[in-house]
Nanobody, 121 residues
Framework: EVQLVESGGGLVQAGGSLRLSCAAS????????IGWFRQAPGKEREGVLC???????TYLDSVKGRFTISIDNAKNTVYLQMNSLKPEDTAVYYC???????????????WGQGTQVTVSS
């Protein structure tokens, strides 16, 4: 079974940190583009960051310097480290993977189930 399982969301105060995990099963991240997205109530889903072997890493401007991505190949897991969180970061966060998907698109093959991140002021 090909799937992504997310964890790590929760409720934090402004200025706090969270680390989201995205574990892959049924495939490995090699040669896959990995994207993190978020969707707040009443808003469209937006790309947060994207990493690929060809394009490197691309960040949403509002998260630059605060969010970082890392990959543990042994665990086949991608992490999104979120620091200095702001109330406007509140959203459901999704990870996604796609073979040969270009950063800047939403045409991914596999999506995580989403995890809620809530930042209080």
């Amino acid at each position: 079974e090909v799937q992504l399982v997310e964890s790590g969301g929760g409720l934090v105060q402004a200025g706090g940190s969270l680390r989201l995990s995205c574990a892959a099963s049924g495939f490995t991240f090699d040669d896959y583009t990995i994207g993190w997205f978020r969707q707040a109530p009443g808003k469209e889903r937006e790309g947060v960051l994207c990493i690929s072997s060809s394009d490197g890493t691309t960040y949403l401007d509002s998260v630059k310097g605060r969010f970082t991505i890392s990959i543990d190949n042994a665990k086949n897991t991608v992490y999104l480290q979120m620091n200095s969180l702001k109330p406007e970061d509140t959203a459901v966060y999704y990870c996604a993977a796609g073979l040969w998907v270009l950063c800047g698109t939403s045409e991914y093959d596999v999506w995580g189930q989403g995890t809620q991140v809530t930042v209080s002021s």
